[in-house]
């Protein structure tokens, strides 16, 4: 291969441009420059230069603006557990002390398998057999919210072993009055969020259950718990702090149903926060600012794929990270590179397949496949935009009924502890990441460009199923939407923020909601901005990628111009700066002119009622109450 010259990074004109204004960290960022110089040489002969990156576990080179002083190359050793799938010689998994007796709710017949002995073949039970209230041999129903209640609060209860602390938090409370449960695990003095912010140590939290009817995350989940607060994931407490939420929707699960009480997806409603299941994971997020959000769901294993491909799915686990517009690259890599890869090597390590997340639409006639979406409404993506590493891990069930679940089960505790693993080893290069995208986004503001909207790449791929009649694997050509490479469909001018008028009390909430800064305008003053002009609109269905969101009512598509003119704001109105680390979130829900806006979902009914204000203002500014 002929070695071609290499297109400098814009992240090295950012570093070296940085130092240059900055005397402080020139030594520290000019050293940057220099490294991603090398690496992006180095990497001539492929398509995409490199910026600087740990090359090991202790590695450091992510300049850390907060002193001039050069990084640590290497952090100090520890040993980390194996996963669960794998424990030492002679380790013994100890279950819960059995629970006072409860009464489950009427179990349903068990269903007729959705295949075929051949292709159940392919799926044996795992070498590790777990134990929860709902895996019971003699159990058909799953865990209840009753059962997953008693099982925290054993745990939070049981006496301390070591230094290792546990408490039960109650998140909030479902539509039908049922409690949100989390279970904080820390080594920490104590087990608030203030203390575990000052431990140290990164912060993980684990959501599972938000679609109802995908029961294997939450019993996982209740594994993972256990494990943590006596068992043999508790060592991992010395490098960090977990939130585990076993059941985020106790409704859906209680009714077997895939959305809330109300019909709605919760988890295509974290930039709306309509529902109190979303509000509730949205509120804890912010109180215990975790580096990496997992978020453990099912697929269906049958499904429309034999409608349209004669075929069943393959994979124990579909795995992705977040890919949405704006989310910093090197929380990026940090997804591929220090979690995903090894996730999938953990998995392959149990005899486990895995891909990445796909899905398709509920339309016969259409067979594109299309890999988990790209706006940002998902608590994949919403989660990103937080700077956090947020990753989706999903395992084949959600229309088996009980079929394999320890299989199933096994898959989740697998990668999960895989995460955990990760982040307990890379815990010093995370925070460092962190700490520079947090300010990097923020230096964004009145720069550049900014993208409104983007789209999958089309492509196509071989993907692989299994015959339904003989169980073998089958080979289809298909055409496939990549999210790992966006499109932008929409970029403007990055304004320095946004205008909202006094009445927008309902979007001012919600972006509180999401901790995105709101500043009310205490005395009138003008502004500098791009207000919309409305060039169509009409009224249309939500989607997502596999085709209308459940239970939505029609959005306002409209379609808008800027227009550059100095405006007038009122004592009382509102500006949401994009100086601050969530900036992306602002973008997200207040740019009118796409499907998951503020505007387009009514929570902003005019669009005289917000306007980018496109230099910094001169005003006085109060924090709304």
């Not at 002929?2 to 990074?9: A, C, E, F, L, M």
């Not at 203030?194 to 209740?222: F, N």
């Not at 289809?476 to 929409?490: A, D, G, I, Q």
């Not at 979007?507 to 999401?514: G, I, Q, S, T």
Request: charged fraction near 20%; include cysteine; glycine fraction near 6%.
């Amino acid at each position: 291969m002929t070695p071609h010259s290499p297109t400098r990074s814009p992240l090295f004109d950012r570093i070296t441009a940085t130092a240059s204004r900055t005397p402080g960290l020139g030594a520290v960022l000019l050293q940057a420059a220099v490294t991603l110089a090398a690496i992006v040489a180095l990497s001539a002969c492929t398509s995409t230069p490199l910026p600087p990156w740990p090359s090991g576990p202790g590695a450091v080179s992510i300049p850390k603006t907060s002193s001039p002083a050069p990084l640590p190359l290497v952090q100090r050793a520890s040993v980390v557990p194996s996963p669960l799938g794998q424990p030492p010689t002679g380790a013994v998994v100890s279950p819960l002390s059995p629970p006072a007796a409860l009464v489950a709710r009427d179990e349903a017949p068990i269903p007729a398998p959705p295949y075929n002995a051949a292709v159940a073949a392919r799926f044996p039970e795992p070498p590790i057999t777990y134990d929860t209230p709902g895996l019971g041999r003699d159990r058909r129903a799953f865990t209840t919210n009753a059962e997953l209640a008693q099982w925290l609060q054993s745990l939070a209860e049981a006496a301390p072993t070591g230094a290792t602390r546990t408490q039960l938090v109650n998140a909030g409370t479902s539509q039908r009055g049922e409690p949100i449960l989390a279970l904080v695990a820390t080594r920490a003095p104590a087990t608030d969020p203030a203390t575990l912010a000052k431990s140290g140590r990164p912060t993980v939290i684990l959501i599972g259950q938000q679609h109802g009817d995908e029961p294997a995350g939450s019993e996982a989940l209740l594994v993972i718990a256990r494990e943590l607060a006596r068992g043999l994931l508790e060592p991992q407490l010395d490098r960090l702090n977990v939130v585990v939420v076993p059941r985020a929707n106790p409704d859906g699960a209680a009714a077997g149903t895939r959305a809330t009480a109300n019909a709605l997806d919760m988890n295509r409603d974290h930039l709306l926060l309509r529902t109190p299941e979303a509000r509730a994971l949205a509120k804890l997020i912010n109180d215990y600012q975790p580096i990496l959000v997992v978020d453990a769901h099912e697929f269906t294993a049958v499904g429309s794929h034999l409608q349209k491909f004669n075929a069943i799915q393959r994979y124990d686990a579909l795995l992705q990270y977040t890919t949405t517009a704006n989310y910093p690259e090197f929380l990026t890599k940090a997804s591929m590179e220090w979690y995903q890869q090894p996730m999938v090597a953990a998995l392959r390590s149990q005899g486990l397949t895995s891909d990445a997340y796909y899905t398709t639409s509920n339309n016969p006639q259409d067979k594109i496949i299309s890999m988990g979406g790209a706006q940002p409404d998902s608590g994949r993506n919403v989660h990103g935009l937080k700077n956090t590493v947020s990753l989706l891990v999903a395992t084949r069930g959600a229309d088996l009924g009980r079929m394999h679940i320890q299989r199933r089960v096994h898959t989740h505790v697998t990668a999960i502890t895989s995460a955990l693993r990760s982040t307990a080893e890379r815990a010093a290069n995370l925070e460092q990441v962190r700490s520079f995208v947090v300010r990097d986004v923020s230096a964004m503001a009145c720069r550049d460009q900014v993208v409104v909207e983007t789209e999958p790449t089309p492509t196509r791929r071989d993907l692989e199923f299994l015959d339904p009649q003989t169980g073998g694997n089958r080979t289809v050509l298909v055409e496939w939407n990549s999210s790992l490479t966006l499109r932008p469909v929409k970029v403007r001018p990055r304004p320095c923020g946004y205008w909202l008028s006094a009445s927008s009390l309902e979007a001012v909430d919600r972006l509180k909601m999401l901790g995105v800064q709101v500043l009310r305008i205490a005395e009138q003053g003008s502004l500098l901005a791009d207000v919309y002009r409305e060039t169509s609109r009409q009224t249309a269905d939500r989607q997502d990628v596999s085709g209308n969101i459940a239970a939505d009512v029609g959005i306002v598509r409209v379609q808008v111009t800027p227009l550059r003119r100095a405006i007038d704001a009122p004592a009382g109105s509102y500006y949401v700066p994009l100086n601050q680390p969530r900036a992306h979130l602002a973008v997200a829900a207040l740019e009118p002119d796409t499907p998951h806006s503020y505007f387009a979902n009514r929570l902003i009914t005019e669009l005289d009622h917000t306007a980018r204000i496109m230099s910094t203002p001169s005003l006085v500014f109060e924090e709304p109450q």
